[in-house]
């Protein structure tokens, strides 16, 4: 899971979409980019997205990047044009007290696989952001920052933050005193705020040390910690 296919090469300027173009080349007809959205959220779900491009320019996402670069309105835009285009898409939902059950890594690894083995087409390669995900019977890269250098990755990216984005925003309406609608669950000062005034809310992921803190739990060995300010 660490390199390119033999005689597979990506130039400095290839653009967005130039690994899936060399892998492409050397026979790898399908290739699926894998991301996760709210790994590092206190509250809400942890999602998944895996996704195919189509190989020919219909699959080009026009304004595709990143997902954490791009405005509210441009993923949204982005997401439209993603699931049209995509050759193969899939999403996964890993609940709260699944993820405090298995522990956020292990979560996020699983919900990774989940959403490749959704997919309707097999990939024949895989790129993930970050770090490898082992298990899927087919080679793969883990790339770092791949959000930001391989269209798959970036498509995938969009598909996940946007679908928890919307059930964040559900969310808000059933909890309005945490305003998930605002930080999505992460933990920013306001969210912080609020956790110290009405305690944790069914969604909260107790493997947080700030959600167990705000509850009167103690700490256990396998308590997260606390997620960065956003």
């Known amino acids: 899971m660490t390199t390119l296919p033999r005689g597979s090469t990506v130039r400095r300027d290839a653009g967005l979409y130039g690994y899936e173009r060399a892998l492409r080349r050397a026979g790898m007809a399908h290739v ?3 991301d996760e959205a709210g790994r590092g959220a206190c509250a809400g779900p942890l999602v998944a997205a895996a996704v195919v491009l189509a190989p020919t320019k219909a699959g080009q996402v026009p304004g595709l990047a990143d997902s954490k ?4 309105r441009s993923r949204e835009r982005c997401y439209a044009q993603v699931v ?8 996964v939902v890993v ?3 699944e993820c405090d059950r298995l522990g956020m890594h292990v979560a996020n690894i699983e919900a990774l696989r989940r959403a490749l083995a959704r997919l309707d087409v097999r990939p024949a390669y895989v790129l993930t952001d970050g770090f490898p995900v082992d ?3 087919v080679p793969g890269l883990a790339m770092w920052k791949g959000d930001r250098v391989a269209a798959c990755i970036s498509a995938a990216s969009v598909v996940a933050k946007v679908t928890r984005d919307r059930m964040m925003a559900a969310e808000h309406e059933r909890w309005p005193a945490y305003d998930f609608a605002t930080h999505k669950g992460y933990c920013t000062a306001s969210h912080e705020a609020a ?6 809310c069914p969604i909260h992921r107790c493997c947080f040390v700030n959600v167990r803190r705000a509850a009167g739990i ?4 396998q308590t997260e910690l606390e997620g960065s300010l956003t």
């Open 195 to 200: 956790l110290e005034q009405h305690g944790p």
């Open 32 to 34: 699926a980019g894998v």
């Open 84 to 91: 049209r285009r995509a050759l193969a898409w899939a999403v």
């Open 95 to 97: 609940p709260p007290d």
């Open 69 to 72: 670069l791009l405005t509210e």
């Open 135 to 137: 298990g899927l019977e």
């Open 218 to 221: 103690e700490a256990g060995p």
